[in-house]
């Protein structure tokens, strides 16, 4: 019995140690396989970082152009400042190689604590790539952006500096445009104000009623007053209201003389009611001009003509004049020159002078033109009026019929 004890006993014992040796083996197989496993790992981390770190050369690049191209162009100098910083940290990280990689199961990857070690920095070194890559293509970004709104701020500044300029253009052309208006509005009242007192006293001494006078008397201290009134000569909108003042206070005065005038006409030289007359346009001073209507109707039909062959209008200085406006031209120009009031063509609405300005002078084409086509529709230049005839006046015409 001994014998076969001692064999049984040998052989557990064999068998045990074979169960062992099979463990061992497992287990070292398995370790083997993680230590591959994590070798892998390691080794992606590692060509994850190198990408990025490759990739930082390229960006770097790109970084110092932005920086060489927007300095001074930023809205805040401190993202350049920094994309500095992050180009001088990627130009160092660019030279720091990798951790080295052993094969699994060699020393420094022989063990599990090996792996993790190794796997923890080999993930930090590919970390820090990335961040910097990042990091340095964010503050590009950045820069960029600034400099875009940079440009935007310079753009609108440039803009509204050219904006306010031309609302300076504007605003001095507004003011030329509104003094020269002015100045012409005035003029026109001044005439007004003074024919007004040719009207008045001569309104007064054939009778007109004391109320339509007074009305004219009225209108004619509102535009002494509008005349007397000053405007701030920078401010287009104030001279264009002092403009209107004075424009309004000028018509006043006109339609207030004509009411006057209206209660004295009797038919004669100078006293023809307006509702027998044709307005035929308005004259230098802003006066309305009308003639008899048949003259009205024949010189209208005269200036389609004239401006057909010269590409303007046939203008109206002067047509009828009523008697208050014959006694003021008597004291401007004296009796050598004008009509003894009463005795007046242009009295009888029978008479126009046209502007000198518009080419009415001996000689120019357009005084021939009138002279030669005017008696076709009734309207001559007379006799005394012609060069050589005594008076001369080649602006001068008269409706004959």
């Given at each position: 019995?001994?014998?076969?004890?001692?064999?049984?006993?040998?052989a557990?014992?064999a068998l045990?140690?074979s169960?062992?040796?099979?463990?061992?083996?497992?287990?070292?197989?398995?370790?083997?396989?993680?230590?591959?496993?994590?070798?892998?790992?390691?080794?992606?981390?590692v060509?994850?970082?190198?990408?990025?770190?490759?990739?930082?050369t390229?960006?770097?690049?790109?970084?110092?152009?932005?920086l060489?191209?927007?300095?001074g162009?930023?809205?805040?100098?401190?993202?350049?400042a920094e994309l500095?910083?992050?180009?001088?940290?990627?130009?160092?990280?660019?030279?720091?190689?990798?951790?080295a990689?052993?094969?699994?199961g060699t020393?420094?990857?022989?063990?599990?604590?090996?792996?993790?070690?190794?796997?923890?920095?080999?993930?930090?070194?590919?970390?820090?790539m990335?961040?910097?890559?990042?990091?340095?293509?964010?503050?590009?970004?950045?820069v960029?952006?600034?400099n875009?709104?940079?440009?935007?701020a310079?753009?609108?500044?440039?803009?509204?500096?050219?904006?306010?300029?031309?609302a300076?253009?504007?605003?001095?052309a507004?003011l030329?445009?509104?003094t020269?208006?002015?100045?012409?509005?005035?003029a026109?009242?001044?005439i007004?104000?003074?024919?007004?007192?040719?009207?008045?006293d001569?309104t007064r001494?054939?009778?007109?009623p004391?109320d339509?006078r007074?009305?004219?008397?009225?209108?004619?201290t509102?535009?002494?007053?509008a005349?007397?009134?000053?405007?701030?000569?920078?401010?287009?909108?104030s001279?264009?209201?002092l403009t209107?003042?004075?424009?309004?206070?000028r018509a006043?005065?006109?339609?207030a003389?004509?009411?006057a005038?209206?209660?004295?006409a009797?038919?004669?030289?100078?006293r023809?009611?307006?509702?027998?007359?044709?307005k035929?346009?308005?004259?230098?001073?802003?006066?309305?001009?009308?003639?008899?209507?048949?003259a009205?109707?024949?010189?209208?039909?005269?200036?389609?003509?004239?401006?057909a062959?010269?590409?303007?209008?046939?203008r109206?200085?002067?047509?009828?004049r009523?008697?208050d406006?014959?006694?003021q031209?008597?004291?401007?120009?004296?009796?050598?020159?004008?009509?003894?009031?009463?005795?007046?063509?242009?009295?009888?609405?029978?008479?126009?002078?046209v502007?000198?300005?518009?080419?009415?002078?001996?000689?120019?084409?357009?005084y021939?033109?009138?002279?030669?086509?005017?008696?076709?529709?009734g309207?001559?230049?007379?006799e005394?009026?012609?060069?050589?005839?005594?008076r001369?006046?080649?602006?001068h015409?008269?409706?004959?019929?």
């Amino acid at each position: 019995m001994r014998p076969l004890f001692v064999f049984l006993v040998a052989a557990a014992v064999a068998l045990v140690g074979s169960i062992v040796f099979a463990l061992v083996q497992v287990g070292n197989g398995r370790e083997a396989e993680q230590l591959a496993d994590a070798r892998a790992d390691v080794v992606q981390a590692v060509d994850e970082g190198r990408a990025a770190q490759e990739s930082l050369t390229e960006q770097i690049a790109t970084a110092e152009q932005a920086l060489a191209s927007t300095e001074g162009k930023v809205l805040d100098d401190a993202v350049r400042a920094e994309l500095a910083a992050h180009v001088a940290a990627a130009k160092e990280l660019g030279t720091v190689e990798p951790p080295a990689v052993p094969e699994a199961g060699t020393p420094g990857l022989a063990e599990t604590a090996d792996a993790d070690a190794l796997e923890a920095k080999a993930t930090e070194w590919a970390m820090t790539m990335r961040t910097t890559s990042s990091s340095l293509v964010s503050a590009t970004q950045e820069v960029l952006a600034s400099n875009e709104g940079w440009q935007k701020a310079r753009q609108d500044a440039q803009a509204k500096a050219q904006a306010e300029a031309q609302a300076k253009q504007r605003t001095a052309a507004e003011l030329k445009e509104a003094t020269a208006r002015l100045t012409a509005v005035s003029a026109q009242l001044k005439i007004s104000v003074r024919d007004a007192r040719y009207t008045l006293d001569w309104t007064r001494s054939v009778g007109a009623p004391a109320d339509v006078r007074a009305a004219l008397t009225a209108q004619r201290t509102e535009g002494q007053a509008a005349l007397g009134t000053g405007a701030n000569m920078k401010d287009p909108a104030s001279v264009t209201k002092l403009t209107q003042r004075r424009e309004k206070a000028r018509a006043a005065i006109e339609a207030a003389a004509w009411d006057a005038r209206a209660t004295v006409a009797d038919g004669s030289n100078g006293r023809l009611a307006l509702d027998t007359l044709c307005k035929v346009g308005v004259g230098p001073e802003g006066q309305d001009q009308y003639l008899r209507c048949d003259a009205a109707r024949a010189w209208k039909k005269l200036g389609v003509a004239f401006e057909a062959k010269f590409g303007k209008p046939l203008r109206v200085e002067y047509g009828y004049r009523p008697y208050d406006w014959q006694l003021q031209a008597l004291d401007e120009f004296g009796s050598g020159q004008v009509a003894a009031p009463g005795t007046s063509n242009h009295g009888w609405a029978l008479a126009i002078d046209v502007p000198v300005d518009d080419g009415f002078r001996f000689g120019h084409p357009e005084y021939e033109w009138l002279a030669a086509h005017g008696p076709a529709s009734g309207w001559e230049h007379p006799e005394w009026a012609r060069a050589g005839g005594g008076r001369e006046e080649p602006w001068h015409f008269e409706y004959v019929g």
